[in-house]
């Protein structure tokens, strides 16, 4: 089983930025190269794809509300996924969940492994 926890939320001024970060613990991590992700849930929305980046960084797609603003990245010996957002507006504000599976998908079913969230609040 592997096991997810985010990092790095916390609130900014419209038009700052932010860097989350998700590691990652278990003993399967590397067996399965894992494909990851970045969602996102508003209050009282349904959760929503942000970002997905396969093992080997050579799959990277972004919603279109966050392409150009935000970046996903891995590091697999760190066993850490990263998403730097730049240029935040409010519509960013959510509580942001990284998810890992054993494939790369948009959607939310694939992912079997999901962090408990961080909060990102942007202000004006």
């Known amino acids: 089983q592997l096991q997810l926890a985010e990092s790095g939320g916390g609130s900014v001024q419209l038009g700052g930025s932010l860097r989350l970060s998700c590691t990652a613990s278990?003993?399967?991590?590397?067996?399965?190269?894992?494909?990851m992700g970045w969602f996102r849930q508003a209050p009282g929305k349904e959760r929503r794809f942000v970002a997905l980046?396969?093992?080997?960084?050579?799959?990277?797609y972004y919603a279109d509300s966050v392409e150009g603003r935000f970046t996903i990245s891995r590091d697999n010996v760190d066993r850490t996924l990263y998403l730097q957002m730049n240029n935040l507006t409010l519509e960013d504000t959510a509580t942001y969940y990284c998810?890992?599976?054993?494939?790369?998908?948009?959607?939310?079913?694939?992912?079997?492994?999901w962090g408990q969230g961080t909060q990102v609040t942007v202000s004006s």
């Open positions: 980046i396969n093992w080997s960084g050579s799959i990277i």
């Open positions: 278990g003993r399967t991590f590397g067996a399965n190269a894992y494909g």
């Open positions: 998810a890992a599976g054993t494939t790369v998908s948009r959607d939310i079913s694939p992912y079997a492994s």
